[in-house]
């Protein structure tokens, strides 16, 4: 019999992954590693991307043990949320955050037997160069792992060479 991975709820390690905080000023973009706390506390991402008070598009890029990934966008009028996988709620604490800030209306008992599916918000990046039916077709290459999803939003959006730089600094 093959490990189970336990709950995060009893895991008292971060997960495997990165954050990566993502700025578009002036027309360029630029990418910088987040803190590790990033992977297990939506409130620490939120404050993180606050801290870099930009007058462009702020968002973070959170892969969590390349099982899901969050895409973080706070707003004036409220953070913008993206879920790769609603079912990761049931083993990660961020991702059962996520769904608690989005209002989801989605038990345990609705994930236990689910196929992997996104929550959220599709249109989170359409104003910086990703429509939401692109990032549709890329959540549903289910074939791809958290971090290659993520490295081709990085290509559809033009910050791929950006991303990869932190990605190397990080050891990925």
Avoid: H, N
């Avoid at 706390?37 to 890029?61: I, K, N, P, W, Y």
Wanted: with cysteine; net charge negative; proline share 5%.
């Amino acid at each position: 019999m093959g490990a189970q991975r336990a709950p995060a709820r009893e895991q008292t390690d971060t997960p495997d992954g990165f954050g990566v905080a993502v700025v578009r000023e002036d027309g360029k973009w630029r990418c910088a590693p987040m803190r590790r706390a990033a992977l297990t506390s939506l409130s620490a991402a939120e404050t993180e991307l606050r801290e870099l008070r930009s007058a462009g598009a702020v968002f973070g890029l959170l892969d969590v043990d390349d099982e899901f990934f969050v895409i973080v966008r706070p707003a004036p009028a409220g953070t913008r949320l993206l879920l790769s996988d609603a079912t990761a709620a049931l083993d990660y604490d961020i991702a059962a955050e996520v769904l608690e800030e989005l209002d989801a209306d989605i038990g345990p008992e609705d994930l236990d037997e689910a196929e992997p599916f996104e929550e959220g918000d599709l249109g989170l990046l359409s104003d910086v160069g990703l429509p939401d039916g692109v990032l549709g077709v890329i959540l549903d290459e289910t074939d791809l792992y958290a971090d290659e999803q993520l490295g081709r939003i990085a290509r559809e959006m033009g910050f791929a060479d950006e991303l990869s730089k932190v990605l190397d600094r990080l050891g990925r």
